[in-house]
Structure formats: structure tokens, C-alpha cells
């Protein structure tokens, strides 16, 4: 936490490194006199985390507020706060001061730091702060989010970045936590033979975690669709195997199987490939269409199909089990199977590919812009000199974020005098 006085609160800019499951997740928010946290965008970014036991470490880069009235535009207090996180959720607890400075010039490295009474609204506050929802792609993933003071988490953005999938995927969480879908019926993917398998659980609002399992030399592939007929522009995530490892596609489903590659909200992309079955994790915003009763009512489908590893052709998908519509936020619903054998297994073209979108530049003159991205850092030493680098202009807002048990963060915060 950064603050113009040495008393912090009052909306402070506070920047928050949580232990989201052995790795970073990281929010910046306004820290309130009682302790309360309330996330909001704030001018940050390049953020780098690790965790290893109770440490946290993360670096990041922002641009300090300013205020009329303080006589040096880097003079603020410095405080260290730790807390509750709830990785289920992503709620904060209250901030609990841990250490905290007098005001001082932030440019000088060589000015005295005297620190104050760490006993104060911080350390004492016991109402739990509002109960907020915000989106961000889990682990090594990039996503711009608005950690706004909101109700509805916006819709994820897509990245198609993988990581290892280290835990095999298994039904042991079904009508339990999450909705599963399988053929054979009640099959389970952890173990040997063939097992196609698609299960899911809520995040938050339209946020959705999926698991998905299959047998295929080239791709498997999960589908949601408005209707028990998949095939017309539905959205499709696809995991193939790309050298013994996975590529992770998403596109639209057309009727004759055709898979059309196309970007969508989709992110925290987890893989393995074992032989011919291929596993994977992910995020997703799901679908949504108006004629629709419910928001989250969409029938299932999982289907493989071919894969080029040189030139990343995928062929027809060929459908291998599919549901009829349930609502995927209830995971005692009951599931009823369609019949598999439709358009999908007839298509013969491969998937076109949609042109990529080329990041807007950042202008150096501009405050920092908001950006999710969360990369591994190294260890923090306290030995090694930094080395200056200089800069007129601040630097463009980027803030970052990575989903389920109480883990906790520490934050640093600051805001004008």
C-alpha cells in the first residue's frame, strides 16, 4: 500500500499478491480505514509472482498516485498488510497491517525510512469487506480484467497459452462439484481404456472450469451448444496432440463438422497427453443466446477427429457423445444422452484459421494500462543492487489475476498525500 500520510485507508492504491493455489494471483484495489479491500483497475502491470510455502513474492510496475497537495509527487507512505483468500470465490479479507513507513521520498534510495505504529484501523478491522466478483485467467495466463466494484464478472479473454496438466483428470468430483457427462455412462477417465468425459463447474456468473478427457491420435474436443444438435456456429475447445504434448485450439462447430478456428473467451489451458488419451483443463465464458430459458442451460458434446502437427489442420470432428440441454451450474442435474451419429461425422474439410489480432502499442507518456499477466519471478534478493532505469513519463496501466480453498495474500499499498 502506497499513502500520502503515514495513517493508511481512506482508498488507498493497494496492490495484492494472493496464494492462488501455489501460485500468484494478483488484484489492485482501494484499501478503506477499516481494512476492507475494494478491488478496482488501477495503473499497474508487468507483474511476476512465486510462492513457495507461506512466502509470497511478486514484482510489478505502477504508477504512483498523485495528489495537489503533497509539496513531492513521490513523497508517500509504504505498508505491508496480509490477509484471507478465498480461492473458491476470490474474496479478500480484511488487510492486517504488518509493517508501515512515515512518509518518504519513493525516487531516493538513500532516504531514511522511519516506520510507525503497525497497531491501527488495519490490524483492528473486523468487518469483512464487500463481497466482490472478478474474472482472471488462473496461471500462466494473459487477460486484461476491470477489477471493478461489480456483481457480474466479465466475460474471460482468450489465451491459448498450456501449461501441464500434473493431476489426472477423474469422476470422483461428480454430483458432487462439478456436472459430468461420459461414455460409456459412468466411466472413469483416470483409468485405462476408453473413456470419453466432459465435466464442469461454475467459477462465477457465466465463468465456467472444464475437464475434459478423450482417446484420439489427433484432437478431442468439448462442445456447447443452445440445442441438443450441435453444429450450428457453436463454440468448440479443442485439445490436440501436438507431438506428445497439447496445442489448444478453440473455434466455432459447423453443421458438417467443420471446425472453424476462432478466438474465444477462453483461458487457463492445462494438458497431457498419455498414448492415444488426451486430458485437458480450461476456462471458459459460456455462450449465451436470448432464446434460451436459462443462461447456463446447454446440451454437451465431445468429439476427436484428425490432427496435422505441421501445418495445424484439424479434420471433421466426429461426434462421440453429446447430451441433450442441462444446466451446467447444477451438478446434481440429471444428464440424458442424444444420439451421437450426426453431421459432424460426415464433414471433410479442414478448419480455417481467423487472423490474429495484433496488441494495441503502449505509449510511454501514458499512465500503465491494465494487463492480468502473471509470469514467474525470481527469487527477490535483497543483496543484489538494481539497476536504474530512468523514465519521463509514467508508465500504461496492467494490472493481473490466475480459481478453490482460503489461501492468503499479502499486499502492499499507497495513495496520495
Not at 100 to 118: E, H, I
Not at 183 to 202: A, N, R
Amino acid at each position: 500500500m502506497v499513502s500520502g500520510f503515514a495513517f493508511q485507508g481512506n482508498n488507498k492504491s493497494t496492490y495484492i499478491c494472493a496464494n492462488h493455489n501455489g501460485k500468484v494471483r494478483f488484484f489492485s484495489a482501494l484499501l478503506k480505514s477499516d481494512g476492507t479491500l475494494v478491488k478496482k483497475e488501477l495503473n499497474v502491470n508487468s507483474v511476476k509472482g512465486s510462492v513457495n510455502g507461506d512466502k509470497i513474492q511478486c514484482s510489478f510496475m505502477a504508477t504512483v498516485p498523485t495528489s495537489d497537495i503533497r509539496a513531492s509527487a513521490t513523497s508517500l507512505s509504504m505498508g505491508v498488510s496480509t490477509g484471507t483468500y478465498n480461492s473458491t470465490n476470490g474474496d479478500l479479507g480484511p488487510a492486517n497491517s504488518q509493517l508501515k513507513t512515515s512518509v518518504v521520498d519513493l525516487s531516493n534510495p538513500n532516504a531514511t525510512v522511519t516506520y510507525t505504529n503497525s497497531t491501527g484501523a488495519l490490524a483492528n478491522a473486523t468487518s469483512a469487506p464487500t463481497s466482490l466478483t472478478s474474472t482472471s485467467a488462473p496461471t500462466s495466463l494473459t487477460s486484461t480484467s476491470a477489477m471493478t466494484n461489480a456483481t457480474t464478472a466479465p466475460p474471460l479473454t482468450f489465451n491459448d497459452t498450456v501449461t501441464t496438466l500434473n493431476a489426472t483428470i477423474s469422476n470422483v468430483e461428480c454430483r458432487k462439484t462439478q456436472l459430468c457427462a461420459a461414455k460409456p455412462d459412468g466411466c472413469d477417465p483416470s483409468t485405462s481404456g476408453s473413456c470419453f468425459f466432459l465435466s464442469t463447474q461454475k467459477q462465477s456468473d457465466l465463468n465456467y472450469n472444464f475437464w475434459l478427457s478423450g482417446n484420439s491420435q489427433g484432437y478431442i474436443a468439448a462442445t456447447l451448444s443452445p440445442n441438443a444438435s450441435p453444429g450450428n456456429n457453436d463454440s468448440t475447445y479443442i485439445c490436440a496432440n501436438h507431438n506428445g504434448k497439447v496445442r489448444f485450439f478453440s473455434g466455432l462447430l459447423q453443421n458438417n463438422g467443420t471446425l472453424m478456428k476462432k478466438p474465444l473467451n477462453v483461458n487457463s489451458v492445462k494438458g497431457s497427453v498419455n498414448g492415444d488419451k488426451i486430458q485437458c483443463s480450461f476456462m471458459a465464458t459460456v455462450p449465451t443466446a436470448d432464446i434460451r430459458a436459462s443462461a447456463t442451460s446447454l446440451s454437451m458434446g465431445v468429439s476427436n477427429g484428425t490432427y496435422n502437427s505441421t501445418t495445424g489442420d484439424l479434420g471433421p470432428a466426429i461426434s462421440q457423445m453429446r447430451t441433450d440441454v442441462v444446466d451446467l451450474s447444477n451438478p446434481n442435474a440429471t444428464v440424458t444422452y442424444s444420439n451421437s451419429t450426426d453431421a459432424s461425422t460426415t464433414a471433410s474439410t479442414t478448419a480455417s484459421s481467423t487472423a490474429a489480432h495484433q496488441p494495441p502499442a503502449i505509449s510511454t507518456s501514458a499512465p500503465i494500462s491494465a494487463d492480468s499477466t502473471i509470469a514467474p519471478v525470481s527469487p527477490i534478493s535483497t543483496s543484489a543492487p538494481v539497476s536504474a532505469n530512468s523514465a519521463s513519463t509514467p508508465v500504461s496501466a496492467n494490472s493481473v489475476s490466475t480459481p478453490v480453498s482460503a489461501n492468503s495474500t499479502s499486499a502492499f499499498s499507497h495513495s496520495p498525500l
